[in-house]
C-alpha cells in the first residue's frame, strides 16, 4: 500500500506530518510523492488564512481525481467539523488530537463495506493536558523540529488557531529531551523547537517550568550541534529570559519575532499586550547579548481600521529595527474572531500596496545584512547536496551555497562567503 502526503501551514503540522509518515511506515505502507498514483493521500491542512483553507480544497480535489483514499487533517477539519455535509473530495475527516491514530482509522476505513465519510474530530476546547503521541525516532533531515507544546491562550483578534488548536498544553520535559537524544544518534545536528505558542510553554503546568528550562535541558545533550527557535511572542524575551539564552552556547542567534504590526492603536485592536516601544527596548537587548543576531518577523497589513498613519508607524518601527526578514501577511478575515466583525474592513488593494512596501524594505535589509557577512568567515551546517552543490545555513539563518562534495551532507563547516547569489551567498571551503 502506498500514502502520499500534503502539508500545508506552519513548522508544527511538517512536525506532524513526519510522525504520521512514521506511523504507516511502521505498518507497512510506502511512502510516494503526492504528485504519483496512491492509495491514500493524506492532506494536512492549515486554516490561519483564507488563501490556505482554498489551497486546501484544492489539494483536496488534486487528489480525490487521482483516486484513492483522500484523508483531510489538521486545522482545517476543526474548523470545517460543524459543515459536515457540505465537504466534498474526501473520505476521512481528522482532527488535530486524531492525526496519531490515522493509519487505525484508514484501515477501519479500508474494511467498510459502506464508504460513507468517517469524521474523527475532538473538541478541541475540552483538552487541557498534552496527549502523549509517538515520537520521532530517526532523523530525515540534517535539521528536524521537535514539538513542545500546542495550543494557545491568546486570543489575538484576529487569529482563528485557539478555536483549532484549542488552548495552553505543554509537552512533559523529560519525553522532549529523549526525543531529542533519539535524533541526535541518528544523525540530526539542528533542532527547531516548535509549537503554535512556545512561550507560553509551562504556563499550564504544576512544576514552575518554561521555555529556558527546555533550552538548557537540551543544550547538555552531547552530539547536538545547534539548537533553533520557531517564532516567538516579543513577552517572552524578559531580561531573565535573554541573559540566561545568552550563556547557552548551541542556541542560534536567530529569533523569529511575531510583531504583527509597529503601531500602538493596531497592536491594541489586535489584542496584541506590548507596545512598539517594548518591542524596541527587546530588540536593542538582544543585539546587547548576541553577536551577529538575525532577527525576522511576521507583519499583518491592512488589519481592520488600520489607517495610513497607523501603517506608517510600521513602516518607522522596521526602518529602526532593519529585520533580516519580514513574512508580511495581508489581514485575512477568520470566523470566531473579534476581527472579522470589526468596523473599516480595509479595501484589498490597499492591503496589497502596504505589503509591497513591506516585501520592498524586507529585500533591502536582507541584502544589507548579507553584504556585512562578505569576505567572513561562518560555520555551515549543510543539509543539502544538489548538482555538485552543498546547501546549508549559517547560525544566523543566511543560507550559503558551495561547490563541494556529497560525502560532507550532514557535516558542520567553516566556510568562507564569497558573493551574494539572488537570496543566498555562495561560498567557498577555508584553507
Known sequence: MKVAFYTLGCKVNKYETDLMKEK?????????DFSSKSDVYVINSCSVTNLATRKTRQELSKAKRKGGIVVLAGCYSQEIKDREKKLSNVDIVIGNEEKNNVVDIVNKYRDKLKKDIIYNISDISKIKRYVPKNTLNKAVDIRESVKIEDGCNNFCSYCIIPYVRGRVRSRDINEIEQEVKNLVKSGVGEVVLV?????SYG???DEDISLIDVIERINKIKGLKRIRLSSIEPRVLTDDFITRLSKIDKICPHFHLSVQSLDNNVLKRMNRKYTREFVFDRVKLLRKYFK???LTCDIIVGFPGETETEFANTIDGVKKIKFYE?????YSKRKWTKAAIMDNQIDGNIAIKRSEQLINLSNKYKMEYMKNYLNTKQ?????LYKDGYLYGYTKNYMKVKV???KKLWGYQQEIELVSIEGDLILGKFCQ
Open 403 to 405: 561547490k563541494g562534495d
Open 326 to 330: 519580514m513574512h508580511v501577511f495581508k
Open 379 to 383: 560555520e555551515v551546517l549543510f543539509e
Open 24 to 32: 504507516f511506515l511502521n505498518n507497512g505502507y510506502e511512502i510516494v
Open 292 to 294: 551577529d543576531v538575525a
Open 203 to 205: 504556563k499550564d503546568l
Open 195 to 199: 509549537g503554535i505558542e512556545i512561550a
